[in-house]
Nanobody, 119 residues
């Protein structure tokens, strides 16, 4: 079964940086089509932060463009999110997600989340 384990969250002052990691296991190569980071701020719906497709196409939410960078290791089993120039509004639980092809690319697998607090 697919397991995603996030790490790297914590508390930081505004303007600081954090790097999140997500270790994926059991994620078959045959159907994977992408991985991504999502977040849920207190009292808000979960939102997309950044995604990277299996082909390397990257997307970012407008709110994090120019500040966050998504990347993967060469084996594509570890996903990273480098977060710079953090703002208080970036405070949220950040989730790693993995997508498989089911006729379209669907995020079916989720980590438990890691808390990021910016003060």
């Amino acid at each position: 079964d697919v397991q995603l384990v996030e790490s790297g969250g914590g508390s930081v002052q505004a303007g600081g940086s954090l790097r999140l990691s997500c270790a994926a296991s059991g994620y078959t190569l045959l159907r994977r089509c992408g991985m991504g980071w999502f977040r849920r701020a207190p009292g808000k719906e979960r939102e997309l932060v950044s995604t990277i497709s299996s082909g390397g196409t990257i997307s970012y939410a407008d709110s994090v463009k120019g500040r966050f960078t998504i990347s993967q290791d060469n084996g594509k089993n570890t996903l990273f999110l480098q977060m710079n120039s953090l703002k208080t509004e970036d405070t949220a639980v950040y989730f790693c997600a993995a997508a498989i092809w089911v006729g379209y690319c669907q995020y079916n697998y989720w980590g438990q989340g890691t808390q990021v607090t910016v003060s």
